[in-house]
C-alpha cells in the first residue's frame, strides 16, 4: 500500500498528465485520479495525497517511448 511520505496517509491517488479522456474526467470528479494538466514532462509528480495534498514521485523512474 502507498503512503503518504509527507503525513503517512495512505489515501494517495495518481497524478494522471496529458489531455484527459471521458474515463480520466470521471476518475477525476470522483476523486480517484488528479489531472495533472497537458504538459508532460520527467519532472511531473506521480501521486497526491488526498489528506494533505501532498505532491511526490514514488519511485525515480523515466517514460521510455
Ligand atoms: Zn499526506
Same mark, same amino acid.
Given at each position: 500500500? &502507498? /503512503?503518504?511520505?509527507?503525513?503517512? /496517509?495512505?489515501?494517495?491517488?495518481? +497524478?494522471?498528465? $496529458?489531455?484527459?479522456? #471521458?474515463?480520466?474526467? !470521471?476518475?477525476? /470528479? #470522483?476523486?480517484? +485520479?488528479?489531472? $495533472? $494538466?497537458?504538459?508532460? /514532462?520527467?519532472?511531473?509528480? &506521480? #501521486?497526491?495525497? #488526498?489528506?494533505? $495534498?501532498? &505532491?511526490?514521485?514514488?519511485?525515480?523512474?523515466?517514460?521510455? !517511448?
Amino acid at each position: 500500500m &502507498e /503512503s503518504c511520505p509527507k503525513c503517512k /496517509s495512505n489515501m494517495i491517488i495518481d +497524478i494522471v498528465y $496529458g489531455f484527459p479522456t #471521458k474515463k480520466m474526467l !470521471e476518475d477525476a /470528479s #470522483k476523486n480517484k +485520479i488528479n489531472l $495533472g $494538466g497537458h504538459e508532460i /514532462s520527467e519532472n511531473n509528480l &506521480e #501521486k497526491k495525497c #488526498k489528506s494533505c $495534498g501532498h &505532491e511526490f514521485r514514488q519511485l525515480e523512474k523515466f517514460f521510455r !517511448e
